[in-house]
């Protein structure tokens, strides 16, 4: 995986980097692998994932097509300057 530098610019790349290993899961397999995992472990674990992913398929879906509402978005507002206490 090859990241360009520009304008000596070494952190933008870095993070850019950092964003493309976590998308393509490089830091999940690494501490997956930090440990042996019985075979056993790793067919539930899979299957586990498996199920998240199908619920969460299932669920687009069904927002998609009008079954269910989607969630609430909050509205996030800026913070409020804070007054300083009179003296």
Do not use: C, H, W
């Amino acid at each position: 995986m090859q990241v360009q530098v520009r304008d000596n610019n070494v952190d933008q790349a870095l993070r850019v980097l950092k964003k493309r290993l976590q998308r393509e899961g490089v830091f999940r397999e690494m501490k997956l692998r930090k440990y042996f995992e019985k075979p056993s472990e790793a067919r539930i674990r899979e299957k586990a994932e498996a199920v998240r992913r199908a619920r969460k398929n299932a669920r687009k879906q069904a927002i998609r097509e009008g079954l269910i509402a989607a969630p609430k978005r909050v509205e996030r507002t800026p913070p409020r300057p804070q007054s300083r206490p009179a003296s």
